[in-house]
């Protein structure tokens, strides 16, 4: 449990190794966090949620970041308003790095001294723990991007090893489609499942799904540019209102990140995790909003899956794909191209782990029969259960070991900063 | 055709006799329109979708009332900014009513003279405009309720013939419930009912069903109070996310035109289309949130009813309640204590027709298989498949005619000045 | 008195004269009064600063009036929120006008029955309250032509008896420059003038002031047209740094009401109380802001005036000009062509009555010795002494019988909606 | 020459020593610039006005700079958007040292290598640079202010060497008044004063002046308590009505940085550059706004000097008082109590120089006569004049080298973030 608690910590370290002490304090919108943030906030979890409950006359490490690293838990008592996060300076990198060091300090010994009995108690709230921090690491990565973009010097975070080029339009062939029979189907994380899960993928239940067919790719960069090329931005009958109504609030003209090279007509670019890159057309398309991908959907006469559709047709995939703790082995967190292979690929339905979060057309809401967990840990993921839609899968963000098929990732539908894409459904 | 034409627009023109002049031209605010407005835009929508395709040459009454009068029809062309609906002065309250003439004259013409096959085509539109026009009936009431609230007089609409006193806390017994069993059950309007529906509806599908039980009376003020008096608005455990911090934005202390006479400790009012009333503690709790709603199941260790879930339990109860064309006869748009009995009321789920509409915790989304109606018109229901909650039951506000067992409303989380309740349900 | 009195409530009647109903209740925008609450509040000014301190055992005519139609007296009260004027509906336009024969019912009874003290007493405030309808009047007139100017229809208030045609570029001769020579001069009313100024006209006070020269006109639509057609809106060195973001924040592209008649460079138009017209290239501009005023004097290589240069200046002309009360009686409430002689202009400034209120440098600020009127009518002009700037003159909708050498009217620096034009000044 | 500007810049690099890393990125509400920003723009100012104009074929450190560190002149190329300078973490510190550098080695080849024609061109350019530095510098200690109170942690700058303690109320004596004659005085800067000065404060020029007195000492933490408990920020009578509202939306209470230790009823503290401290009585009262000023004056029966009056009063005593320069030596940047002696402190008119900034009653506007410096430095101060209000004296924050009689710092009325104070007038 120790050495699995070391490990994770120590990728936190690590995906930090890049940046400059001046990249852990900025806030460059409301929705991303400073990484100095999201270093203690990790670490205030095992503080409040483990330390805390388990050490007798615990003493916090600072009184004040029992304040300043609680993120959204009242049962946890007040909390710094979020879009002020990057507002401070203080604590700096290095007393954060302490934070954490104290910490680690201490679940150290916890972990060492505990009885088994206490220990039984304490496993699943580290499990949760380290999930947390898998978790934070993803949005880590999405959010100093987003920093980056902030600056005319469009600043790499990491250099890609290996630089695939662009490809010209029908490189990728149309995808083809892969079938589901009619029937009624579970969903949901089984009673006797003791591997980690949230709440919010129990319990299994019963669901009712009409034959369908699902993609057995995920969208491109090509795919898209098709779309954009086609008027997509400009055509109000392919948005919903909303989606309408934000394109033009906030002038979308393409994808989060995309640009063009100079003035109208230049080259088609991206900024990447390695700075500005020519888009590379096979890739998955990425950072595009719940509305941008029901837009691309209803143009393409297809919809988006919902989310059993998705569970059911992806949970015998095997849990292969381009992911962060993968990636960082090939140099690069980013969609891999469809024509770059991966080790283990198989199956019919390509590349629904890892790469791009998919969007699918749910609702984030409640499985019938949903509990949340009893007491403060309750709000993790049952009060959100309002206005975002579920993303399955994975991205090149997220680790490998912290994805699963039942897996229920959410997000507002003007979000885009994250690793998002999508994959066509169609009723069969 | 022509009658039902006639008698629904005559039904505007009554709904409208209780107000001054002035009362026809405020937006107090984005989300109300001014009751000249309602007058002129269902009066557009005949012009829009069936004089201006049917009659050969037609010239529209006014050419600035296309941009006026247009809601949120992207495919009929530009709109004013519908904030801004209560900025301007004319066209005036009596050159709507000459608009709202001429068209009645122009559609009068248009169906004594068609011949079959023309009228065959106009029939649906023809329907459709008058079930648009029933929903604006509601919507003209609940906004002028909101206007007549922003003035420190409260003035009233109309007196209540029929003064029920206020009731003792406990006058309403708990709640029944009834349960459902379990299975794969069909919602939606069939494919062969020719009877009005809207796209949303369709088509007709199967859903697995938990078991489930219903409770079999909406929840009252008397009930709601208690929350209130728990502390039910200083708890943010009870609340989603969103929902905690709209409350506290808003300031929220209470349902909306709820009030307490004089300060700290008085008499519990409401404000009613009769103007200021003492709470009666029997009625059905009105104009609540989705989010208040919630809370209120939370804490009553309950939940909201899914879509299916009402749909199932209702369908099969008599169209009875109190509405507004009813309403009208007895003198009062507004809930009924359940102690006052209404002709015919039998069945297992008392009042689920008429008095509020009911929260379900469904997002509105798209029925597996939906199609929007072809053309403009399509833009009717499909593109606000988002964020918005779905209701079902029609309200004191709603015409008799104008609801059905599997009628989708829908409205924002945080809306309130609708006619909006809840019942509650649980898991079997 | 009495009779005075009726004459100006008599003259604010006839103004409200060409308007519907519903013009009477529409607040285009914050600094705009719905014309009911003009009506209201200047009847509330006398009954709460005369009656209710005069008449023993006063009761008001109805209580909430004192709430919904006290401006910002705070020593009279909570008000009504200021941007909310228009989301009421009530109290009808009728019944307003209830209110204001109330009043003046109980006027005409104090002033008919008070003895030659109490008389005394109430003269001055009685005064007071006359100018301050007079000031509602104006406001009254550029309140409602913004109201009329956000319907797209544009309708007029009334016709222009007179029509003046638009003239050719050149029309108008270069303005003549009219020196005066450097020395100590007195500024503002005498202690002993006992005929009507407001407080802030007060003491009067020497000034030096450096030898100066005033154009013998104000800049016209064909002046102003040439800062346009020169880009003065696009070259940010003409303009205040509040002025250059304002004027990007706000797109502005060209005074407030012009526009141009169907698409790129259609003929120029404008928006009057007469409904859209030609531009008439010797009229006085008007409807630009002490930006727009500043902006085109330091491209015409001059200066504003400051308001003791204007006052110097100005003092001696005859009180001749373009007033409401005279243009009543020609038909326009509109500035008057430079080409068409006004009886009795003579003197070497013309046009410095009436027409456009014309913006000084000045910052409004206290006089030195300045004392505030004792108790709640201190609130009038006072506290107001700070972000806005002088005007002076008089203009197309002030009275004759209320404007004087040595008013200084003052507004916010942004302010278009007034009738506010310019005259340039320069160091001699 | 060089210098001189080896020790301002040295200086800039002093102030800096007590910061973390961290420090230099927050950019804490929109007025306040990131530490780094301020170094970079301080550079930019010497590249873009002296080394691109007088190097011939000058290529800049990075083209990209230009851009960013800009600060708002538009004759010199568009700008970074000011309220997101601090949303990027590149260029990071050490590359804006980097550019520092980079200027330094520039500006010394320029300096050491120009012929003496050149050299003539540049000295004023270079002398204006070095003030602008003076005035960042001052910004940067406001700004790093700001930052720090915005952390829960309340991180001390520096030490104060030399703790004053806390002193009871009545501790400092009433102020006496030095009153000054009627007449027409000469204002401003000489024409033939060669030495440093801004376009601003000039021409020389005369004004009348009215017999005045003004206070011999600034107002006082203990005078402004005084205010306090009287009630003074809930006495609307006693403020403008802009600050009212502003005190009404900000929720005002007390100055900026003044917070009670504890709940209600808690020692009296404030925040300073050495971290959280108990209110001295007998200091200069710091961090108000124009409006709290201008209250605390009409409630203490007085008034704010206007600016000549400031100016006549002070520009004959001796350039002594706690400056940043000064105070370097004693160890703290905070206003001085009055019980303590400054070096050289004579004259009737105490502690003009230094301390805080006082507030004048006079609008920031020009001149008579004035001309703003010709081509883009014309930007410098000109363009500002609209809705700010004029200084005098000099700071704790300033150089003692950057202050003269007759300099004129502005800002907003409602500007509480730099050290500002007030000294009381009033009319003989």
């Given at each position: 449990?120790?050495?699995?608690?070391?490990?994770?910590r120590?990728?936190?370290?690590?995906?930090?190794?890049?940046?400059?002490?001046?990249?852990?304090?900025?806030?460059?919108?409301?929705?991303?966090?400073?990484?100095?943030?999201?270093?203690?906030?990790?670490?205030?979890?095992?503080?409040?949620?483990?330390l805390?409950?388990?050490?007798?006359?615990y003493?916090?490490?600072?009184?004040?970041?029992?304040?300043?690293?609680?993120?959204?838990?009242?049962?946890?008592?007040?909390?710094?308003?979020?879009?002020?996060?990057?507002?401070?300076?203080r604590?700096?990198?290095?007393?954060?790095?302490?934070?954490?060091?104290?910490?680690?300090?201490?679940?150290?010994?916890?972990?060492?001294?505990?009885?088994?009995?206490?220990?039984?108690?304490?496993?699943?709230?580290?499990?949760?723990g380290?999930?947390?921090?898998?978790?934070?690491?993803?949005?880590?990565?999405?959010?100093?991007?987003h920093?980056?973009?902030?600056?005319p010097?469009?600043p790499?975070?990491?250099?890609?090893?290996?630089?695939?080029?662009?490809?010209?339009?029908?490189?990728?062939?149309?995808?083809?489609?892969?079938?589901?029979?009619?029937?009624?189907?579970?969903?949901?994380?089984?009673?006797?499942?003791?591997?980690?899960?949230?709440?919010?993928?129990?319990?299994?239940?019963?669901?009712?799904?009409?034959?369908?067919?699902?993609?057995?790719?995920?969208?491109?960069?090509?795919?898209?540019?098709?779309?954009i090329?086609?008027?997509g931005?400009?055509?109000?009958?392919?948005?919903?209102?909303?989606?309408?109504?934000?394109?033009?609030?906030?002038?979308?003209?393409?994808?989060?990140?995309?640009?063009?090279?100079?003035?109208q007509?230049?080259?088609?670019?991206?900024?990447?995790?390695?700075?500005?890159?020519?888009?590379?057309?096979?890739?998955?398309?990425?950072?595009?909003?719940?509305?941008?991908?029901?837009?691309?959907?209803?143009?393409?006469?297809?919809?988006?899956?919902?989310?059993?559709?998705w569970?059911?047709?992806?949970?015998?995939?095997?849990?292969?794909?381009?992911?962060?703790?993968?990636?960082?082995?090939?140099?690069?967190?980013?969609?891999?191209?469809?024509?770059?292979?991966?080790?283990?690929?198989?199956?019919?339905?390509?590349?629904?782990?890892?790469?791009?979060?998919e969007?699918?057309?749910?609702?984030?809401?409640?499985?019938?029969?949903?509990?949340?967990?009893?007491?403060?840990?309750?709000?993790?993921?049952?009060?959100?259960?309002?206005?975002?839609?579920?993303?399955?899968?994975?991205?090149?963000?997220?680790?490998?070991s912290?994805?699963?098929?039942t897996?229920?990732?959410?997000?507002?539908?003007?979000?885009?900063?994250?690793?998002?894409?999508?994959?066509?459904?169609?009723?069969?």
């Amino acid at each position: 449990m120790l050495m699995r608690y070391k490990a994770v910590r120590k990728f936190t370290r690590r995906l930090c190794r890049p940046l400059a002490l001046e990249d852990y304090v900025v806030q460059s919108m409301a929705d991303v966090s400073p990484t100095k943030w999201h270093l203690a906030h990790t670490s205030w979890f095992y503080e409040r949620f483990i330390l805390q409950e388990f050490v007798p006359g615990y003493e916090p490490v600072n009184e004040a970041y029992y304040f300043l690293f609680n993120s959204y838990y009242n049962g946890a008592g007040p909390q710094h308003c979020r879009p002020s996060r990057g507002l401070i300076s203080r604590p700096t990198v290095e007393q954060v790095y302490d934070y954490r060091r104290s910490i680690n300090r201490r679940m150290g010994e916890l972990l060492l001294n505990a009885d088994d009995a206490t220990l039984d108690q304490i496993a699943p709230r580290l499990t949760l723990g380290l999930h947390h921090e898998q978790q934070h690491q993803e949005l880590l990565l999405t959010d100093i991007k987003h920093v980056f973009s902030s600056s005319p010097l469009l600043p790499a975070y990491h250099a890609f090893d290996d630089e695939p080029a662009g490809n010209g339009p029908g490189d990728v062939d149309e995808p083809g489609w892969v079938g589901f029979d009619a029937g009624v189907y579970e969903v949901g994380v089984p009673a006797d499942d003791e591997s980690f899960h949230f709440d919010n993928e129990t319990p299994r239940h019963k669901r009712y799904v009409a034959a369908f067919e699902l993609a057995d790719r995920p969208v491109t960069n090509g795919d898209y540019l098709a779309f954009i090329e086609d008027g997509g931005y400009r055509r109000a009958e392919l948005w919903l209102s909303l989606g309408w109504s934000t394109l033009q609030a906030d002038d979308w003209q393409m994808p989060l990140y995309w640009f063009r090279d100079g003035a109208q007509g230049g080259a088609w670019m991206q900024f990447t995790l390695a700075g500005a890159k020519p888009l590379v057309l096979d890739e998955p398309v990425c950072h595009v909003s719940y509305f941008e991908a029901d837009a691309y959907a209803r143009w393409a006469g297809a919809r988006l899956p919902d989310e059993a559709e998705w569970e059911l047709a992806c949970r015998d995939q095997p849990m292969q794909g381009n992911f962060a703790d993968s990636a960082a082995g090939v140099g690069r967190i980013h969609p891999l191209p469809l024509s770059v292979a991966i080790d283990g690929e198989v199956g019919r339905v390509r590349r629904c782990f890892g790469d791009v979060w998919e969007w699918t057309r749910s609702s984030y809401s409640a499985y019938p029969g949903y509990r949340p967990w009893p007491g403060t840990l309750g709000e993790y993921n049952g009060k959100f259960m309002c206005n975002q839609y579920v993303l399955r899968g994975g991205s090149c963000g997220s680790s490998q070991s912290h994805v699963r098929a039942t897996y229920r990732n959410f997000f507002a539908p003007e979000a885009r900063w994250q690793f998002t894409g999508l994959r066509l459904a169609r009723d069969a």
